[in-house]
């Protein structure tokens, strides 16, 4: 080991941020370099495209980020045009299919709608942000609950966590008071009907500063500071291998995407946090090929529905000049529809499901004018109830040896089936999701299922666990086998969760990163001692 350990990061995505971070803050003389295959698309690293005001801007920034599908951009990463086609599905803004259809196209039509980020800051530049604790069969079983306690709130510090975001808003606590009084009795002590705990920054004008990666990286993005001067972040750069000997790694291969050259970057230990999919993809191109690898994929499934609030009920908790000051607040911000954010959270055994209810001035589609809900004063709720699906070993990505993605990387397919038990949940969630749009007003859209993957919260692939076989990932993150080689993000999440995953896998990162400091800080130890 060098006497300044250098870490690399592969993905600069609020896990590979959070390892970074707390690296950097843990050993004084550690050096971290990011290799991160996307484009730097806002001007401070890693923000949340949410933030930008301009709605130019902000389509540019999300167009960045869509990989193969980034339009003119992607042919400024040398991809061909051939790569787009037009597909039954199409992704959400600032994400990329998958399965986009294209040469180089993984092959996923079991899973159509799986989707990632290619860009500074991963999807965490695109995301909504909510952070709900896992609770219950939710929680990894391998870490104790005092310890669970601390990791988790690290984490929701690293993402500026804000419990009662828009709790003032009136309408938003009166849809609240209409679902406890259709929901309430059937709710244990403490997972009632509540506000949605998300990640950003309240501001003085009521508006939210949405965070992204760079929330999280924090001082190391601020020049001057002391981890800024021990930190780099390699944007448009693909790391395309993990050299290592089968026990030990030694570093990355990395392909400067400018200029198509690669070189050998030497590294005293190596995260990979590069999404459920393409975390898994780069161990399969390095030959680090454990059995589980790919294999128990979950998500966690969504019915979804949209309702126009009800005029009688609302005004009957809400007062015509609380409206009007609401609406008067959110116009000074009509880039952002969402305006607050409910929930009812999973809970066991009566309560599987983990509810996420959105208040918004304008339904997500266009209604015709004489629609009967057009134009609605109060305003829609959007609404899902995730349900959860059971890892098995049968779901999940089997790479090739043969085939290569429109990246050059091991091209993959995805298995995957609902079970009986599954359909059976989703089909309990439906009906309760039709009783929250009854009490709060009338569908617009009825309650449907979205289409496997919609979800962008991919778990299991690199599962953490006690048992090598069935885990890719010991309780420290680290793969099985490999001293000095650690993942992260929501492919460690090894259970059947349904709620938002990011904030789980930060703490899970937060412990990795905790115990991989402490590794090489004894290592230096050691080789001090030697000297
Ligand atoms: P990512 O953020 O996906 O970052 C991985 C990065 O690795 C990417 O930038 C990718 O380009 C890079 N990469 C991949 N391969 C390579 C390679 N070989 N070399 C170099 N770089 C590579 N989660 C929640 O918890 N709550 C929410 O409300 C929520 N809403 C969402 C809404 C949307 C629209 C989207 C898109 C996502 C949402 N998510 C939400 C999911 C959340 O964004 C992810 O859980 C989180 O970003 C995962 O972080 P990560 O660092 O593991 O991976």
């Keep these: 080991m060098t006497a300044t ?4 990061v592969v993905g600069s995505g609020p896990i590979g941020s959070t390892y970074a971070r707390l690296l950097l803050e843990a050993l004084p003389d550690a050096r971290v370099i990011m290799f991160e295959a996307g484009p730097q698309v806002t001007e401070r690293p890693g923000e949340s495209v949410r933030n930008i005001t301009d709605p130019d801007e902000k389509a540019r920034a999300r167009e960045k980020s869509q990989g193969p599908q980034a ?4 042919e400024s990463l040398g991809i061909p045009a051939g790569a787009i086609v037009e597909g039954m599905f199409t992704a959400r803004q600032g994400t990329h299919l998958l399965d986009f259809g294209g040469p180089g196209s993984a092959h996923a039509q079991a899973f159509p709608a799986a989707a990632a980020a290619t860009n500074v800051g991963g999807q965490g530049a695109h995301w909504t942000c909510a952070i709900p604790r896992p609770a219950f069969s939710e929680k990894l079983p391998f870490i104790a609950d005092d310890e669970w306690e601390d990791l988790v709130s690290t984490a929701e510090d690293l993402l500026h966590k804000q419990s009662a975001a828009f709790s003032d808003s009136p309408v938003g606590a009166a849809i609240r008071t209409l679902l406890d009084r259709e929901f309430g009795a059937e709710l244990p002590e403490g997972y009632g009907v509540s506000t949605l705990p998300v990640a950003g920054d309240p501001q003085p004008d009521g508006t939210m500063r949405w965070a992204g990666a760079d929330t999280v990286l924090g001082p190391l993005i601020e020049p001057g500071s002391d981890t800024a001067a021990r930190f780099a972040l390699r944007d448009l750069t693909l790391v395309r291998r993990v050299e290592h000997d089968g026990t030990t790694v030694r570093g990355l291969v990395v392909e400067d995407l400018r200029t198509r050259e690669q070189s050998f970057v030497e590294a ?7 999404d459920a999919f393409r975390s ?7 030959g680090i090929r454990p059995a589980p690898l790919g294999r128990y994929l979950t998500e966690h499934h969504v019915v979804i529905s949209t309702v126009a609030l009800d005029a009688e009920r609302m005004s009957a908790l809400v007062s015509d000049e609380e409206l009007e000051a609401e609406l008067a607040r959110r116009a000074t911000n009509p880039a952002d529809p969402v305006a607050a954010v409910n929930r009812i959270p999973f809970s066991e055994p009566d309560h599987p499901y983990s509810a996420q209810i959105m208040y918004a001035e304008t339904p997500p589609f266009p209604l015709p004018a004489d629609h009967p809900a057009a134009a609605n004063r109060w305003g829609y709720v959007n609404m899902g109830f995730g349900t959860r699906k059971f890892p098995r070993v049968e779901d999940g990505a089997t790479f090739s040896d043969d085939e290569l993605d429109y990246r050059g990387m091991p091209n993959f397919t995805i298995d995957y089936a609902l079970t009986a038990r599954e359909n059976a949940e989703i089909a309990e969630a439906t009906e309760r999701l039709r009783r929250a749009g009854q009490a709060l007003g009338a569908f617009i859209a009825e309650p449907r299922l979205l ?4 979800s962008l919260h991919f778990m299991g692939t690199m599962r953490a666990g006690t048992d090598p076989a069935t885990s890719v ?18 492919g460690l999440i090894p259970t059947a969760n349904t709620m938002n995953p990011t904030l789980t896998s930060i703490a899970i990162a937060v412990r990795g990163a905790r115990h991989l400091a402490d590794q090489l800080r ?9 000297v």
């Design 5 to 8: 350990p250098t870490i690399a």
């Design 71 to 74: 339009g003119s951009f992607r």
């Design 268 to 274: 005293d230990a190596v995260v990979v946090a590069a």
């Design 280 to 286: 898994p993809q780069l161990l399969w191109a390095s």
């Design 451 to 454: 289409p496997n993957g919609s």
């Design 473 to 490: 990932a010991d309780p420290y993150s680290r793969v099985w086998g490999f001293e000095n080689l650690v993942v992260g993000g929501n």
């Design 522 to 530: 004894a290592a230096q130890r050691e080789d001090a001692q030697v």
